[in-house]
Every structure is written in structure tokens, then in C-alpha cells.
């Protein structure tokens, strides 16, 4: 057990976990693309997170235990930051068309638009996300089931490895976010 999870759990201390890991990563990711995106298109391409989520994004964490429960509650945080955050004013202000629905479809028009690939290609560079968002829509609705075996399986998670399924999530986001950057500097 890591010396900061014992001062916290047994001692009662105040210790956060160390800035490593999937989700230190994304975080660093999430900050790295902001940068970019707001030297290219004078906006972020995350919006602030509002008060009222800040504590739960703060305390994201890859789950201890193969928890169903925790690993959904991990999962909409992350969908919290990662897609329901992405800045509809930067889409805008790059000019992306709002024929497509949701803030992630116009995301993967703008990465189609960039890159001259395909909308369907551009939606592959940028899976990780809409991993996330499946995970969230198909599983955290539906526990069993057909929809949740299938959406688990295109996610490459086993329901008993929620823990690595969790960080299979945060670090594909986080290459999709990587890319993401890298296209913003290069079309600059």
C-alpha cells in the first residue's frame, strides 16, 4: 500500500496521491492541447470545469477494485471532463459546420477538416474519446446486457478488470488528446 493511501485511509491525514499515472497523463494531455489550441483558435479546446465538479475531477483516480459502481462513477467523471467540457466557442471560432450533432462529431469534423482525411477516419484519430463517451452512454445506463457486452467488447474491457479497463479509457483519451495537439501545432 502506498505510503500516502495509508497516512489517508488509516491515519486520517490529508495526502493526495502522487501526480503519476493514466490520469496524471490525461491531465497533463488535457493542459498540453489547452495550450495549442488556445495559441491557434484564442480558445482552449476544454472549458473550465464548473465548482460543482471540480472536487470529483480533482479526486478522478484509476478504481482500487473491480467495482462496478466505482467504475462507473470513474467513468462519468472522466466523460464530465473529457466530453462534456470540450468548448463549443473554439469549434466556432475554427470554423467547424454544426450540421453534425454534439460537440464530439464537430471535434472529428474539425480533425477531418485539418488533417483532409475522411470524417470517418478522423473519428478514429480521435477514438479515445468517443470510447469514453460510448462507455458512459451504453454502460452507465445499462449494467447488463447485450449493448453493455458489445460496447465492453469494442472497448476492449473485460468486466472483470475494471481497474485496467479504466486505465485502457484514460490512456486512449489521452493519445487521442496528444494527437489532437499535435494537429493543432502543425496546422498553425
Given at each position: 500500500?502506498?505510503?500516502?493511501r495509508?497516512?489517508?485511509?488509516?491515519?486520517?491525514?490529508?495526502?493526495?496521491?502522487p501526480?503519476?499515472g493514466?490520469v496524471?497523463?490525461?491531465?497533463?494531455?488535457i493542459?498540453?492541447?489547452?495550450?495549442?489550441?488556445?495559441?491557434?483558435?484564442?480558445?482552449?479546446?476544454?472549458?473550465?470545469?464548473?465548482e460543482?465538479?471540480?472536487?470529483?475531477?480533482?479526486?478522478?483516480?484509476?478504481?482500487?477494485?473491480?467495482?462496478?459502481?466505482t467504475?462507473?462513477?470513474?467513468?462519468?467523471?472522466?466523460?464530465l471532463?473529457?466530453?462534456?467540457h470540450?468548448?463549443g466557442?473554439?469549434?466556432?471560432?475554427?470554423?467547424?459546420?454544426t450540421?453534425?450533432?454534439?460537440?464530439?462529431?464537430?471535434?472529428?469534423?474539425?480533425v477531418?477538416?485539418?488533417?483532409?482525411?475522411?470524417?470517418?477516419?478522423?473519428k478514429?484519430?480521435?477514438?479515445?474519446?468517443?470510447?469514453?463517451?460510448?462507455?458512459?452512454?451504453?454502460i452507465?445506463?445499462?449494467?447488463?446486457?447485450?449493448?453493455?457486452?458489445?460496447t465492453?467488447?469494442?472497448?476492449?474491457?473485460s468486466?472483470?478488470?475494471?481497474p485496467r479497463?479504466?486505465?485502457?479509457?484514460?490512456?486512449?483519451?489521452?493519445?487521442?488528446?496528444?494527437?489532437l495537439?499535435?494537429?493543432?501545432?502543425?496546422?498553425?
Amino acid at each position: 500500500m502506498p505510503e500516502w493511501r495509508f497516512r489517508r485511509d488509516f491515519l486520517g491525514q490529508f495526502a493526495d496521491a502522487p501526480e503519476t499515472g493514466p490520469v496524471a497523463d490525461l491531465k497533463r494531455a488535457i493542459a498540453a492541447v489547452n495550450e495549442v489550441a488556445e495559441a491557434r483558435y484564442g480558445e482552449p479546446l476544454f472549458a473550465d470545469v464548473e465548482e460543482a465538479h471540480v472536487e470529483a475531477v480533482r479526486t478522478m483516480r484509476v478504481p482500487a477494485n473491480a467495482s462496478m459502481p466505482t467504475f462507473l462513477e470513474q467513468v462519468r467523471t472522466l466523460a464530465l471532463l473529457i466530453i462534456d467540457h470540450l468548448n463549443g466557442r473554439l469549434l466556432e471560432a475554427a470554423g467547424t459546420p454544426t450540421e453534425d450533432s454534439g460537440t464530439l462529431n464537430r471535434l472529428a469534423r474539425l480533425v477531418s477538416t485539418l488533417s483532409g482525411e475522411e470524417f470517418a477516419q478522423a473519428k478514429e484519430r480521435i477514438g479515445g474519446l468517443f470510447a469514453v463517451q460510448a462507455v458512459r452512454s451504453n454502460i452507465a445506463s445499462h449494467r447488463t446486457g447485450p449493448k453493455v457486452d458489445e460496447t465492453f467488447a469494442r472497448a476492449g474491457i473485460s468486466k472483470f478488470e475494471l481497474p485496467r479497463g479504466f486505465s485502457k479509457l484514460v490512456e486512449g483519451a489521452t493519445a487521442s488528446l496528444d494527437y489532437l495537439r499535435d494537429l493543432f501545432a502543425d496546422a498553425g
